[in-house]
């Protein structure tokens, strides 16, 4: 069961949130600006937002990479009887995961400075993008002037594709 409000700030009685949880769906400046930037990156320059999508993908399967060598570590740790000097089978996992580590912590380091590039060149984008949230948001606000003003978030982002499909080439 769900329920929905169009009201942009919803008061429930404790007793409902208790039982319930409440998933905000509202659209904020700055995540419609991430998107638009996206979206503007990916028509103008496809090749640098899907190197991004490679670099989160990368990124975080090093992440969990990393996480699964110190559980791993801890546990052998954890079960490991008797001197943990003596445990060959230990010093050996330790060292790879020693090394493993490093590796990955090498492949964070150049993935960040990968990111700052990646991202000083999608700036060049989000002053557009910027400038569309800003709109779509006083479109918005022109709907309490007048029901006729109400729009919609894909119908905003149509007309935005639209018009920078139909802008000429900077």
Do not use: W
Request: aromatic letters at 6%.
């Amino acid at each position: 069961m769900y329920m929905a409000s169009k009201l942009a700030n919803p008061h429930f009685s404790p007793e409902l949130c208790a039982q319930t949880t409440v998933i905000d769906f509202t659209v904020t400046q700055s995540g419609l600006e991430q998107q638009l930037l996206s979206r503007v990156v990916l028509r103008e320059r496809p090749e640098l937002e899907e190197q991004r999508h490679r670099l989160v993908e990368e990124v975080n399967a090093n992440k969990k990479l990393l996480k699964g060598l110190e559980d791993d570590l801890l546990h052998r740790l954890a079960t490991s009887e008797g001197n943990l000097l003596d445990d060959a089978s230990l010093i050996e996992v330790l060292s790879s995961t020693k090394k493993t580590a490093a590796e990955v912590k090498d492949k964070l380091h150049n993935a960040r400075e990968a990111e700052v590039r990646i991202g000083s060149a999608r700036d060049e984008y989000r002053p557009v993008a910027l400038r569309g949230a800003l709109l779509y948001f006083l479109i918005v606000d022109m709907a309490s002037i007048n029901v006729m003003y109400e729009v919609s978030l894909q119908q905003f982002l149509s007309l935005f594709h639209l018009s920078i499909a139909q802008s000429d080439k900077a």
